[in-house]
């Protein structure tokens, strides 16, 4: 008998990595919607408690949860030999998430009843929460709820705006749980208590220029453009306003990020220098090609005729460009090398005139293009130099934005 291969996933650095979050599932016809979101959370690394309330098992059966969580599924209050399954819940997760949100929940939570096991492990647990509300039009609009909802985010719980759209109903109107993309987003965001750059607006450069040849054939690079990405999204859930400007990566735009599509180093350029002057820090992350062809051809360079000689022309260096025309902006830029790291970065610090360099050899293991970790080193106008150890691109993104907020409380007039 021939041999099935067993393939083992390999080891997926999720960001959500060594957390556990608690999934409430309440009874709504968008209950079905929480699977979902269970498996994403669970793929990116999370340990999920699903905890369903008795209505929502009337929509789906708990051992659909069990299945994609892994995790027995808490249904009950009164459990002979789990009573404290609402203390302990409440201990161990990082955040809560009830999606779908019923108006029966949210009354609930408003006044703080608790009257099963959902209910009282919210109010039992410390921890970030995150409601979703989904429900009929009519019930969305009704004062009752209307009061409940601003009860609930006038005490600093996160309540998301529900959709507009198709009811269940078949009538069109505002009540639909959000999209999936919005969800995921706004639990992210809710995960960062710290809102140390709201009001602040951040350009963010990612991923790789292109630059054509002739129409068929372009030179780039190995830019993935995952850094930037968790750049933006950090800034996002910092409280920043973003706006990523990105070349193309294949990577979906980041929800809640103004999004900014180019191709060569001249879109960029153009892209950037547009937006510099409304912006308060600029963190450029991309790979911008360093060299472009002088001339493009305007048809395909044909095969069959010997030798081909590429004549390259020096790209137009954004980041000294802009550095040197600010107006209290923050500047940061990257510098990725093969050697020599740190003298490189120095030079590129100080000679465009940089506030903050993340340097990084693409060289090392786990570092650089395409992977979900990097390992980099902070350098400052002020000769500090901070090496990190090799982090995730979501937790050295939140160390530079930690370098980026001292530099602008530490003297540097605030933008
Ligand atoms: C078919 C059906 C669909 C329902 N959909 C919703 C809904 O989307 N949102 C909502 O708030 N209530 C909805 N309800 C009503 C709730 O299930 C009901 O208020 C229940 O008591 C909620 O309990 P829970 O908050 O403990 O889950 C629906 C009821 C039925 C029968």
Redesign the pocket.
């Known amino acids: 008998m021939k041999k099935t291969d067993v393939h083992t996933p390999s080891a997926h650095v999720g960001r959500y990595a060594g957390k556990t979050f608690v999934l409430g599932v309440?009874?709504?016809?968008?209950a079905y919607k929480a699977v979902s979101l269970c498996r994403r959370l669970k793929a990116e690394g999370a340990q999920v408690h699903v905890v369903m309330?008795?209505?929502?098992e009337?929509?789906v059966g708990p051992l659909t949860f069990e299945v994609i969580s892994g995790n027995s599924v808490a249904t009950g209050l009164f459990v002979s030999g789990n009573e404290m399954a609402h203390l302990n819940l409440a201990e161990i997760a990082d955040a809560i998430l009830v999606a779908?949100a019923?108006?029966?929940?949210l009354g609930?939570m408003a006044h703080g009843l608790a009257d099963?096991l959902?209910s009282t492990l919210v109010l039992a647990a410390e921890c970030p929460l995150l409601l979703v509300?989904?429900?009929?039009g009519g019930?969305w609009d009704h004062p009752a709820v209307r009061e409940n909802v601003r009860i609930l985010r006038a005490r600093g719980v996160c309540v998301m705006e529900s959709d507009t759209g198709p009811l269940?109903s078949g009538r069109i109107g505002k009540?639909r749980l959000p999209d999936e993309e919005t969800i995921l987003a706004a639990f992210s965001s809710a995960l960062s208590p710290q809102k140390d750059f709201q009001g602040r607006r951040i350009l963010v450069t990612a991923g790789p220029t292109q630059e054509s040849l002739d129409p068929i054939r372009y030179i780039s690079n190995r830019s993935t453009g995952k850094m930037g990405w968790a750049i933006a999204e950090v800034a996002r859930d910092r409280g920043g306003d973003v706006v990523l400007i990105a070349g193309p990566t294949g990577l979906a735009p980041v929800t809640n990020v103004t999004w900014v599509p180019v191709v060569t180093s001249e879109e960029m350029h153009k892209a950037v220098t547009t937006r510099f002057a409304d912006a308060d820090i600029l963190i450029m992350a991309a790979a911008v090609a360093d060299f472009r062809p002088a001339r493009k051809a305007p048809g395909k360079v044909a095969k069959g005729q010997g030798r081909f000689v590429l004549d390259l022309e020096p790209t137009p260096d954004i980041l000294g460009d802009l550095a040197e025309r600010r107006s209290g902006q923050i500047v940061v830029g990257f510098a990725a090398e093969t050697g020599d790291l740190l003298a490189r970065a120095r030079r590129k610090l100080t000679g465009k005139n940089l506030d903050l360099i993340v340097a990084n050899d693409v060289t090392e293991p786990g570092a650089g293009f395409g992977t979900e970790t990097n390992r980099v080193t902070l350098l400052d106008r002020a000769g500090g130099c901070k090496a990190l150890p090799l982090l995730s691109k979501r937790d050295v993104a939140h160390r530079i934005l930690d370098a980026v907020r001292r530099l602008t409380t530490a003297g540097r007039p605030r933008p």
């Open positions: 309440t009874g709504s016809i968008a309330t008795r209505a929502a009337r929509f779908p019923s108006a029966h929940c609930k099963d959902l509300p989904a429900m009929d019930m269940a009540g």
